[in-house]
């Protein structure tokens, strides 16, 4: 017999979490371009900065629907 599966959403997001990342992902960015790092980091770094944006875009829909739906009156 199988067992359920799991919910494996993140019940509460820690928002700070989305700043960190995107520090060293701007600061590669800063540094590809003014040459220290080769051209080729700053198609990383931007690879990087959307599959951030998007993380956060995403998150940040997740939680207004789950507000959303949460002040929602169950009818009866």
Same mark, same amino acid.
């Given at each position: 017999?199988?067992?359920?599966?799991?919910?494996?959403?993140?019940?509460? !997001?820690?928002?700070?979490?989305?700043? %960190?990342?995107?520090?060293?992902?701007?600061? !590669?960015?800063?540094?590809?371009?003014?040459? %220290?790092?080769?051209?080729?980091?700053?198609? !990383?770094?931007?690879?990087?900065?959307?599959?951030?944006? =998007?993380?956060?875009? =995403?998150? !940040?829909?997740?939680?207004?629907?789950?507000?959303?739906?949460?002040?929602?009156?169950?009818?009866?």
């Amino acid at each position: 017999m199988k067992a359920a599966p799991r919910h494996i959403m993140i019940e509460k !997001v820690t928002w700070w979490w989305y700043l %960190v990342p995107i520090i060293p992902i701007l600061a !590669v960015g800063y540094a590809a371009l003014i040459n %220290v790092l080769p051209s080729w980091a700053l198609l !990383v770094a931007v690879f990087a900065f959307f599959m951030w944006l =998007f993380s956060l875009l =995403f998150t !940040v829909f997740r939680t207004a629907m789950q507000r959303f739906k949460a002040s929602k009156e169950p009818r009866q």
